[in-house]
Structure formats: structure tokens, C-alpha cells
């Protein structure tokens, strides 16, 4: 990312996709040269295990951790550009609402996480974070564990490559907390909660809460009218919050660093409508 906006700035490219949020304002300075920011519909998030062998399995310490979870402090130290996370996905997606917005992702809340621990016996554990190794993850991972440090629970991160990761998420074993950035390509937030929490289903979610989500989903992809798909949505929303299997962190957004003399716009979430592109 550091060399990209060292090639915009010598003149090497005309425009950088994905220029580092670090790096916004220092282009904005530079004279000739402007950025963009465009929000998108991906948000960084953490899945936490379920299954039996994990200190997540009770549904009070997965609350625990979605309460404790400073969203704000990491979007100022991980992104600075970025927006802290009000759902379980980004503000972008098609069938967001305020409606949706959980209290959980309101402000830190160690008080609370405390009574959460306190009520099911939890005053020890350790937790393994799994990242795959960029420097952002690294830092969420390092702030999720001081977070933890403050719950009374110690946590190791186990940073793996990007070819390694999604082996890693498959096995319940390695992690008890994994790092991923969620999406869907439909831009509906719920889709996204289905792919990662039903069909892949890292997280290990069963029994009758998981068929009451699948139901709630499946009513509203097929809801007649648009009231009856908010509806149906905000409902399966607030479950998701209420079981905790998954939280957003942070809504990224895509950065763009060009030559002001370019015209061109942002098209769709990944793609650009430019005139008159010429290759040499």
C-alpha cells in the first residue's frame, strides 16, 4: 500500500484503488492530487466458536466480548478513515435500517461485560485469535487482546497467510476467535449473515435459534412486500445480535488517490466508468 501512494505521487500511476486510509490526508495536501471515499458494503468482523471445546460455546461470554469491544478506538487506531460498525453488518448494505442497529455496538461497556461473565461462572480462560496476517487484523487482534486482559482472560494470536486462513476458519480446533472481513455480493446485509453463519457456519451454530434464523431469512427473501421484508429482516437481525455468533467492528470504506486533472467516477462498489482510457 506504501508503494502505491508512492507511485501516485511520482507520477508512476494516475490513480491508486485502495490507497491506504493512513495515507488520505497526506495526498489531499499534495497539490494536483485529490481522493475519494466511497463506502462500501464490507466491515471487518470477528466470528467466535460455538462448538463445545471453545470458552465462546456459552452465548453470555460471546455477549461478553460484543459489549466490551471498543469500535470507536479501533477505527481511530486500525483505519482513522473507517466508520465503527452499528449492526452486524455494514450501513451500506441494501436492507440496512436504524431499525437493525444493535445496543451492543453503541459504546464500551465493561460494566456490563463483567455481570455477563460473572452470571454464567467465567472468571478464567484463554482465547485464540486467529488473523491472517495483515497488518490491520494483527492490530484489531492486539487490541481484542488487551480487551480480554481487561475481562480477566488471556488470549494468544496466531497470525496465518491469506492461502491459509479459510483452512484455518474450517477447523474449530484452531481458534476460538477468527478475524474476516464479511460481505455479499448481492449488497444485502442479510445475505451476508446467511453465507457466513449458515453455509459456511465457521462458528458452529446449531439447535433451534439457528433453524428460527434460517426460517426468518427464508420468509424474507420471499416476502411478498417490501414491509414484510423489513420486517422478517430486522427480526433475524436481532437474533444474530441477541445469539452473538459474529461481530463488525469497523464499515470500511474504498479509497481512491488520483490526479485531479482525471475524470472519472466510482461505479458499483469495485469498478470505475472512465472516458477515453487509452493503453500505451
Sequence with gaps: PSQATTALETGEVDLVMGLQSSDQEYIDSKEGMTTLVNPSIRSMAMFMNMSENSIFKAQEVRQ?????VDNEGINEVVYGGATPSACPFSTAMMDYSADVDGEMYAAADTEKAQELLESVGVTEGTVK????????QTAIAEILQ???????LTAEINNYDTATIWDVAANPTEWDIILQISSAPSAYGLDS?????????W?????????????LYTEAISAATEEVKAEKTVEAVK????????????QLSDIYGFKDNLNFQVWNQNSLLVKDLKFE
Design 203 to 215: 462458528v458452529q451454530w446449531q439447535g433451534a435459534e439457528f433453524d428460527q434464523f434460517n426460517t
Design 146 to 152: 488487551s480487551t480480554l486482559m481487561e475481562l480477566g
Design 129 to 136: 485469535i486467529a488473523t491472517d496476517g495483515s497488518s490491520e
Design 64 to 68: 461478553a466480548l460484543c459489549y466490551a
Design 193 to 201: 449473515l446467511q453465507a457466513f453463519l449458515t453455509q459456511l457456519n
Design 239 to 250: 437474533l444474530v445480535e441477541e445469539v452473538a455468533p459474529t461481530y463488525a467492528f469497523v
